[in-house]
C-alpha cells in the first residue's frame, strides 16, 4: 500500500505543478500559433499540428486518469485497511 500511496502522492504533485501545466498550455498555444499561421492549401502541415494537439490532448486525459486512479486506488487500500483494524478488535 505504501508504494501506492507514495504513487499516488508524486503523480499529484507532478499533475498540480506549475511547470507542468505551464508545459501543457505552452505547447497546445504553440501548436494553435502554427495553426494559425499555416496557409490553407497546407494540408500536411495542418494535420500534423491537429495529430500533436490531438496526441496532447489525449496524453494530458490519460495522465490525468491515472492520477485520479492511483488515489482511488490508495483510498479503497486505506478503507480497507481501516475496516480490517476495526474488525480485529473483535476478533475473540
Known amino acids: 500500500m505504501d508504494k501506492i500511496a507514495e504513487d499516488a502522492r508524486y503523480a499529484k504533485e507532478i499533475l498540480n505543478n506549475p511547470l507542468c501545466k505551464r508545459f501543457f498550455e505552452e505547447f497546445r498555444n504553440i501548436l494553435f500559433q502554427e495553426f494559425e499561421r499555416s496557409q ?3 494540408k500536411e502541415e495542418r494535420e500534423r499540428i491537429y495529430i500533436y494537439l490531438y496526441f496532447l490532448n489525449k496524453f494530458q486525459v490519460f495522465f490525468e486518469a491515472f492520477v485520479k486512479n ?3 486506488t490508495r483510498k479503497s ?7 480490517k483494524k476495526f474488525l480485529d478488535k473483535f476478533k475473540f
Open 70 to 72: 492511483q488515489e482511488i
Open 77 to 83: 487500500l486505506e478503507e480497507i485497511e481501516l475496516k
Open 40 to 42: 490553407q492549401k497546407e
